[in-house]
């Protein structure tokens, strides 16, 4: 069974920081691209940052780059997001994915940016 667990959300203040983590099992995980994705209220859901299976290539939204960094460890299975520099605007569920020849989802965290 695969499993997907995100980790890590809250409430933290304009310009605070939040590390997110998502703990796969069920999958051979150093095969698989991993993503950040988030969805706010009446939007669609966006995708924030991925990496590649051996963590060698990372890519970012646009209203991310520089603020939040994607990281995984094989090892561990798990993959990271740390958001600096947070704005209300980040404010959304954030979903873990795992794609290799099928797309997983994680269950989702909250993060809620607000003074």
């Known amino acids: 069974q695969v499993q997907l667990v995100e980790s890590g959300g809250g409430l933290v203040q304009p310009g605070g920081s939040l590390r997110l983590s998502c703990a796969a099992s069920?999958?051979?995980?150093?095969?698989?691209?991993m993503g950040w994705y988030r969805q706010a209220p009446g939007k669609e859901r966006e995708l924030v940052a991925g990496?590649?299976?051996?963590?060698?290539?990372?890519n970012y939204a646009d209203s991310v780059k520089g603020r939040f960094t994607i990281s995984r460890d094989n090892a561990e299975n798990t993959v990271y997001l740390q958001m600096n520099s947070l704005k209300p605007e980040d404010t959304a569920v954030y979903y873990c994915?795992?794609?290799?020849?099928?797309?997983?989802w994680g269950q989702g965290t909250q993060v809620t940016v607000s003074s």
């Open positions: 069920g999958i051979l995980f150093s095969r698989y691209y």
């Open positions: 994915s795992a794609r290799f020849l099928t797309l997983y």
């Open positions: 990496i590649t299976s051996t963590g060698g290539s990372t």
